[in-house]
């Protein structure tokens, strides 16, 4: 036990830890792009913000949260998504005084009770962004133009955008008439959670996961055909966006996403190369939350995008993620003065934005050349008493094996400058590739 994680919960080890550095960086400087700003959350709440916030005829207030009583007596829950606590932390600040429309973005931990299996986790972790405050098919087409540049600029070229309108509160009450009506000579055959969903939230049905449902849902009347004036006009607009804005999407009636609050505006970005949990991102409208939460009627819309399936999605692409270098020099010494030496020099050129690293094992000096090589050191230095007397060292090229003799003061310019000239390089090669 004491040396097994929490089942459906993973570590990322450092060897790992930069392509999800690379992601969340890309994310973040998208989002400086598209002018969204981030709301850090707590990591948990007060239950009842998400039972009312996600609706509690989900699958997730139903059975997947981690909630428990604190000592105070209070029922928290880790968060399970990310929109209810903006939402929540929106409302108190009362952010709704600010300059409309708000953009947030996010990068959280989330937590669900689930069956743990390939892109489903109980620990898992989404980005996402909300705008709040315009119910403009603009921020819905803004929102969704994100996503696909963000993907495509991740290099991820085969999603498929599928689109969809749930309508609001009011068509929908009317279709789920329709639905229930349709439904009903089947009810003894549907599985015993869309038996509960008949009642509360029979468009849920459309979305069972068990086979026979799948079945049973096939030829049932579409919300798409049952939407008021205002959801049609709406969904005529968002196509008329995304086509404006030359991003391809399919519409899918059957889209009807995992949480209750969506109203309008619901999408996925669905790819074929990972299984079964194709969805990388998902998100729509939800015109009614922010009221429901005890905010003033202000409308939202967003997406959550998880970073595992992105990660995954980005290893079947065979997409590869730059490994950033371990080491730029490593200082080798033999003796008690070097090593003193050593430790300042070290110092120095980590303050100078040079990433540097010596042995603390006492090993020799054999074992410290060893030890560079497996940190994939650039350059080495070696000092010993010969060095420090005639102010003379040599900085080795890993690589190449060339050396080059400097005094022991110019180690740190000669290393910053080769420092500087790769970058100028490297600067030089990204222009070459971006003015192509
Ligand atoms: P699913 O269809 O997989 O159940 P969902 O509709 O529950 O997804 P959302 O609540 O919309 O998912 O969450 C947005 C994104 O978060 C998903 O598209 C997916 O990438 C990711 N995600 C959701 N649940 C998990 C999980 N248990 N493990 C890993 N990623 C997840
Ligand atoms: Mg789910």
New binding site residues.
Partial sequence: MLTNAPK?TKDILPSQVYKWHYVENAFREACGRYVFKEIRTPVFEHTELFARGVGDTT??VEKQMYTFEDYGKRSITLK??GTSPVVRAFVENKLYADIQPSKFYYVIP?F?Y?K?QS????E???M?IEIFGTDNMMADAEVIGFASDFLSGLGIQDLELRINSIGCPKCRENYRKVLRAFLAPKYDELCDTCKGRYEKNPMRIL?CKSPVCQELVKGAPLMLDYLCDECKTAFDDLKTNLDAMGINYIVDPGIV???DYYTKTAF??VSDKIGA?G?????GRYDHLIEQIGGPPIPGVG????????LLIMEAAGISIPEPENLDVFIAVMGERARVFGLKLMRDLRNQGIKAEMDSLGRNIKGQFKYADRLHAKYTVVIGDNELDQNIVSIKNMETSEQKPVSLQEILPTLKAQQNQELQQNQSADFTVDSL
């Fill in positions: 459906g699958d997730i399970p998504e989330c669900r689930e743990p892109g489903r986790l109980r898992f972790h989404q996402g979305d996403r995992g949480l996925e970005f949990q969805t990388v991102c998902g998100g997406f959550g995008l998880g970073i595992e399936r992105l």
